[in-house]
């Protein structure tokens, strides 16, 4: 069981968010080894609209803008890393918390796994997702951070 805990800011961002994928998050920092923040939960259709035109983000179909989704960045020694290993082990807690609560995660670093029904470490995902990709003649636009519920279960 780790100590962190989420700040006034996280806490702000999970307002609005579908209460499936809070109780994740808030299970997932309980059982981090990787301090985290939630960087983005609800979006407004604007927000979406500027991420578009920055290249941050590839659709306005964002389930962000619906309360579908958050972004879980690395949280180390104050500040907000963009940085893999952390984001793999953050990752490792929220499938953990997802399937502690049955509750189905799709992630932003392997967008066509059933992340929450596979048992490949988060890193053999992103390297077999960029690998799929590339044979399709495809960009790899991946997103460890985000995690959401997947649209089948949760329209
Ligand atoms: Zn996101």
Known sequence: MSTFKLGAKSLKELEGVHADLVAVVKRAIELTVQDFAVHDGLRTLEEQRRLVAQGASQTLDSRHVTGHAVDLVPYINGKLRWEWDPIYKIADAVRVAAREKNIPIRWGGA????????????????????????????????????????????P
């Open 111 to 154: 967008w066509d796994v059933a992340f929450t029904e596979v048992d490949d470490s988060p890193e053999d995902l992103v390297a077999d997702y960029t690998a799929r990709r590339r044979q399709a003649g495809k960009k790899a636009f991946i997103d460890g951070p985000h995690y959401e519920l997947p649209k089948a279960k949760y």
